[in-house]
Nanobody
Framework: QVQLVESGGGLVQAGGSLRLSCSAS????????VGWFRQAPGKEREFVAG????????YYADSVKGRFTISRDNTKNTVYLQMNSLKAEDTAVYYC???????????????WGQGTQVTVSS
């Protein structure tokens, strides 16, 4: 059982930056693909960014492409989400998820974190 813990959320002004971290309890985490998702109040959860186990391939939702960067350090069992040029519409609870390789970045994750709140003031 892999436990995931997100951190790094907070309140930031529009145009600012935050870096989220997703730390795992087990080294097997390094063999999983990882995705970041977010859920705003009254909206469905949506995929934000994903990274394969090696870190050599990444994928982004169109809404964050060019502003967010996902990366990982498998020696630290941690995946990061660097968020720049933040907008009010980025306000949401952000979750990380881990799982085996799959055909879709949006589904098929085995483990989920509890989430971290990101609030962007305009």
């Amino acid at each position: 059982q892999v436990q995931l813990v997100e951190s790094g959320g907070g309140l930031v002004q529009a145009g600012g930056s935050l870096r989220l971290s997703c730390s795992a309890s087990e080294r097997t985490f390094s063999f999983y693909r990882v995705g970041w998702f977010r859920q705003a109040p009254g909206k469905e959860r949506e995929f934000v960014a994903g990274i394969v186990w090696s870190g050599h391939s990444t994928y982004y939702a169109d809404s964050v492409k060019g502003r967010f960067t996902i990366s990982r350090d498998n020696t630290k069992n941690t995946v990061y989400l660097q968020m720049n040029s933040l907008k009010a519409e980025d306000t949401a609870v952000y979750y990380c998820a881990a799982g085996p390789p799959g055909s879709s970045w949006e589904i098929g994750y085995r483990y989920w974190g509890q989430g971290t709140q990101v609030t962007v003031s305009s």
